[in-house]
């Protein structure tokens, strides 16, 4: 059973970066097919796709987060992050981190609040 958890501050500054860990077991971030998402919800409003980072380390962005928005990981932690530069209230939201695999989200981490608030 792949298990997914989001770490990080629940309060950031604008103007600020949101910074994000999703740490994974009981599955490699480098099995083969796999790519690991970062997804928000605003409040009040659907489920917005930000972007992931695939088995090999390639990276996709969605076009309207793509210039501040950066997904990295660390394969010796089985990790993957999600920065998010010049935050504004805007970006308040729960985040969540997911596998993709074979077409869909097949596993989800519990999601994560973040408040952008001075």
């Known amino acids: ?4 958890q989001e770490s990080g501050p629940g309060l950031v500054k604008p103007s600020q970066t949101l910074s994000l860990t999703c740490t994974v077991s009981g599955g490699s971030i480098t099995t083969s097919g796999s790519y690991w998402s970062w997804i928000r919800q605003p409040p009040g ?8 980072i695939a088995y090999r380390g390639s ?9 501040h928005t950066s997904i990295s990981r660390d394969t010796s932690k089985n990790q993957f992050s999600l920065q998010l530069t010049s935050v504004t209230p805007e970006d308040t939201a ?14 989800w981490g519990q999601g994560t609040q973040v408040t952008v608030s001075s």
């Open 59 to 67: 990276t996709y962005y969605s076009p309207s987060l793509k210039s």
């Open 94 to 107: 729960v985040y969540y981190c997911a596998r993709g695999y074979n077409y869909q989200y097949d596993y």
């Open 45 to 52: 409003k659907g489920l917005e796709w930000m972007g992931f």
């Open 1 to 4: 059973q792949v298990q997914l």
